[in-house]
């Protein structure tokens, strides 16, 4: 069946270094692909989306590339900050009637000062 | 734009209770879904209503389990006869009808504890 799967945690970086978070996907057809961040306490927040092969999605420095040839969909940023400690999700859109989403296990990135 | 409202934040209750928690989407949105989420794990797919249809049920929902939403606004979601294996932060999203790529919207959650 269709999921995705996303490197372990927890990510412990200091701030302003570069940040990488692995995701791929099996899936049949062509989802929508998103990176989901849940602070302490929170829900989940949408930080980007793609929705087709090559597609770039950026948000609050963060980018990801929808890699059809990978299967993959990596987050992204040069320069992490204290502030963007939270987990990580990132989820495929089924898409059709239901466009329900399937979720990665998640990835806890802990930035220092 | 209020955003989506879970209510209650937090419920305790022994087992074999039944519990009922309440998902208010954004107003225009006519799609709403649920989702339940385990420490370590990312959110599951439970059901999913376009209006007031339930359109899909996942098998994660038992029989235990019943979700409405009258007249397609809020939704309730009714847990019957609680089990420990319950205890999980519940999810609620909503999000409009179009394209595949449109993006769902969170709430906070509601976190179910089993005594």
């Known amino acids: 069946g269709d999921s995705v799967t996303q490197m372990e945690g927890p990510v412990t970086l200091s701030e302003e270094a570069f940040l990488t978070i692995n995701c791929t996907y099996t899936a049949t057809g062509y989802p929508s692909l998103f990176w989901y961040v849940q602070y302490p306490g929170e829900g989940l927040q949408l930080l980007l989306k793609?929705?087709?092969?090559?597609d770039k999605g950026s948000n609050k420095g963060f980018e990801a590339t929808y890699r059809k040839e990978t299967t993959s969909f990596h987050l992204e940023k040069g320069s992490v900050q204290v502030s963007d400690s939270a987990v990580y999700f990132c989820a495929l859109g089924k898409g059709g009637a239901t466009n329900k989403l399937i979720f990665g296990t998640g990835t806890l990135l802990a930035v220092q000062p | 734009d209020t955003g989506v409202s879970q209510d209650p934040r937090h419920k305790i209750t022994k087992r074999g209770q039944n519990v009922t928690f309440r998902c208010d989407p954004i107003?225009?949105?006519?799609?709403l879904y649920w989702y339940r989420q385990t420490l370590g794990q990312g959110p599951e797919f439970l059901t999913y209503f376009q209006n007031e249809a339930q359109l899909e049920k996942s098998r994660l929902l038992s029989d235990r389990f019943s979700a409405e939403r009258p007249k397609g606004s809020f939704s309730t979601l009714e847990i019957q006869r609680t089990e420990q294996g319950d205890s999980a932060m519940y999810l609620c999203?909503?999000?409009?009808?179009?394209?595949?790529?449109?993006?769902?919207?969170f709430g906070d959650g509601t976190r179910l504890s089993i005594l």
């Open positions: 107003s225009e949105h006519n799609r």
């Open positions: 793609a929705t087709k092969a090559d």
């Open positions: 999203a909503s999000s409009l009808v179009g394209g595949d790529g449109q993006p769902q919207h």
